[in-house]
């Protein structure tokens, strides 16, 4: 007998020989069924994996993070499977699993095109009915390069001939395909239940341009058919919910030819973009930070000095001006530094909380970018806080609060990672690790459960980095906190301690939004361009009946107005029903009718956006109550998803 530990801390003696599949089902019947594979001492294993001494054993599900991988990348066999089937001579390149899915690389004379997907499909299903079994075998390097030196897999020797003397080679079997693959896989065939074909793409083999090109073929799997019909349900949400073809819809902004990558703000993307700021500057007020301005052209000799020069030049524009090189900024942190040197400082000054809403600029490549995610200029919502090595446990947590209430206005739920130093970085291990502690510190201290990022810090600094989720599951980088020991000493920068010597300050880096033209792409996408009526450009339209009632609109409007509601008149001449469809389709939150009974009793018939209802009959004076408790609270108007 031996002794298994389980993930819940409970030991298990089971007969030395014992199959993980079976200490499932020796745990319960139910686990049994959805267990996938299992994790020994913290490796991955199939459930035929025999247990031969003590061991910690963790069962894996189907519905886990990791049982989906394995699902995805058992999928990916069966494609290949399936491929080599239908085109006989295909090469086999790689077939990993990825967020949401797998691809698979083929080398093929056949060009594949969507109408081969259909029929893969198919064949992947008449696959899955003959329940093959996804089997092992471990081999000799030598056994290994001959079985795919015989069936002409050359990928799959150079894969081989690349792998360490001492690595473990295994291949998987089901039916008539075998892959070189480490594992683990699902035990059969029949346990891939819910998969999609979805696109196709040339890919270079090993991503180097240099290789021939493979096509590649991308597919989804999940463990429940409602799973996959939801996700590509999402997918096509998506498509509906593109900020770019909404900024057009809504008159929003607009990207041109003439400056690729420089976003144009129109009327109604500057009331959106000026609400967030002033919300912005609202906040960080009530939290101690005072607002500043810094320069967007600086001379090169200061670049060089902040370090930027060596590690961020290839992302920088430049310019030239009285025969001296200036670089417009990529960040808006140097600025800063030179700030808080214009007087001296003293311990009592500190922490110095400065904010601002800093115009950057950053070269990026033109096939990367992509409406507002991702542009040349933008404006970061920065904020710097010099302090006293005392006091970063207090202003980093000081920062994770505001950006928790900032996001919870916004109603989006975030996940949180730690990013460490990264190979291109400045400054000693001592400093580094310091630094990753307190932020580790901090986070632990708030009860936080974060994900460390290995390698993805700052060139001067660990971070905390916040991924908001939205109402489509996915994640977006925004909100960052770096801590910083080098920036300091780059700039000599100082205060006078209660000694009365000098001392070097401690300084985070923080943003909230990140980028304002990127959280407005996100806000756009995440509502589907319904903003909350705090956010709308225009919050209420007034829909006079007919001609007649043109002047009692005109009054409310004014009434609005001076209110600091945003409100306007749909004065044409068209019918009443499709002035309340165009207000439907622009995504107002409020549209007001207006005729005979309402001009008498000084009310309106109020519809709200989403609800389609035939029109709530309420004073003016109740409206306007109504609406600017809505305002004022920042409510958000729940919609469903499916009727959005």
Request: aromatic share 10%.
């Amino acid at each position: 007998m031996i002794q298994v530990t389980l993930k819940d801390g409970s030991i298990r003696e089971v007969d030395q020989g014992t199959t993980i599949a079976g200490l499932a089902a020796d745990i319960s019947r139910g686990l049994a069924k959805v267990a996938v594979a299992g994790k020994v001492n913290d490796k991955l294993k199939d459930l035929s994996y025999q247990l031969t001494e003590n061991a910690a054993v963790e069962i894996v599900t189907i519905d886990s993070e990791e049982g989906l991988d394995i699902l995805r990348h058992s999928t990916s066999h069966l494609m290949a499977q399936a491929v080599r089937n239908l085109f006989p001579g295909t090469k086999l390149g790689i077939g990993p699993s990825i967020a949401k899915g797998y691809y698979y690389d083929f080398e093929s004379e056949h060009v594949f095109t969507p109408d081969d997907l259909v029929s893969i499909e198919k064949e992947m299903n008449r696959l899955v009915k003959e329940k093959y079994a996804f089997e092992r075998k471990e081999v000799s390097r030598a056994e290994a390069l001959a079985y795919f030196r015989d069936t002409g897999e050359h990928y799959k020797v150079e894969l081989i001939e690349g792998l360490p003397e001492d690595a473990t080679i295994s291949m998987y079997t089901q039916g008539n395909f075998t892959d070189l693959c480490a594992g683990p896989h699902l035990p059969s065939t029949a346990n891939v239940k819910a998969f999609k074909l979805m696109s196709l793409a040339g890919a270079y083999w090993r991503g180097n341009e240099k290789n021939k090109m493979l096509q590649r073929i991308y597919g989804t799997a999940f463990a429940k058919s409602s799973d996959l019909e939801d996700y590509l349900f999402k997918l096509e949400e998506a498509k509906r919910r593109d900020h770019r073809k909404l900024g057009l819809e809504l008159d929003l902004f607009s990207l041109h030819e003439e400056g690729p990558g420089f976003p144009f703000f129109h009327p109604k993307g500057m009331i959106l973009r000026n609400a967030l700021e002033d919300f912005w500057r609202q906040e960080h007020r009530r939290r101690g930070y005072q607002e500043i301005k810094t320069p967007i052209i600086l001379n090169r000799s200061m670049w060089e000095q902040s370090g930027h020069w060596d590690h961020y030049k290839e992302n920088m524009y430049f310019t030239e001006i009285d025969d001296q090189d200036f670089c417009v900024k990529p960040m808006n942190c140097p600025g800063g530094m030179i700030m808080y040197k214009t007087k001296l400082r003293s311990y009592r000054d500190l922490p110095l909380r400065v904010g601002e809403l800093g115009l950057v600029h950053r070269h990026e490549l033109s096939g990367a970018l992509h409406g507002l995610l991702r542009v040349r200029n933008f404006t970061q919502d920065d904020a710097h806080i010099f302090m006293l090595p005392s006091q970063i446990n207090e202003e980093i947590i000081g920062v994770i609060e505001l950006v928790d209430s900032f996001y919870k206005v916004f109603g989006f739920e975030y996940n949180v990672e730690l990013s460490t130093r990264p190979e291109d970085s400045m400054g000693s291990d001592e400093d580094w690790e310091t630094a990753t502690n307190a932020l580790q510190a901090a986070l632990e201290e708030k009860g936080i459960d974060y994900k460390v990022n290995p390698g993805d810090g700052a060139f001067y600094g660990p971070k905390i980095d916040f991924h908001v989720k939205d109402c489509l599951d996915r994640t977006w980088q925004c909100g960052t906190i770096q801590l910083d020991f080098q920036m300091p000493e780059k700039f000599d920068l100082s205060y006078i301690g209660e000694d009365g010597q000098k001392h070097r300050p401690v300084m985070v880096h923080r943003v909230v939004y990140g980028s304002i033209e990127r959280f407005i792409a996100l806000l756009t996408e995440h509502y589907a361009g319904a903003f909350p009526v705090w956010l709308a450009p225009i919050q209420v339209r007034i829909l006079p009946i007919s001609e007649r009632h043109h002047d009692y609109a005109k009054t409310l409007v004014s009434r609005l107005n001076e209110l600091d509601i945003r409100g306007e008149v749909d004065e044409r001449k068209e019918k009443i029903g499709y002035k309340i469809r165009e207000a439907q389709t622009e995504k107002i939150p409020f549209t007001l009718v207006v005729g005979d009974q309402e001009a008498e009793s000084d009310s309106v018939a109020v519809r709200r956006y989403g609800q389609g209802n035939a029109g709530e009959k309420m004073t003016v004076d109740a409206f306007i109550s109504l609406i600017q408790e809505e305002i004022k609270s920042k409510k958000i108007l729940k919609v469903d998803l499916k009727d959005a």
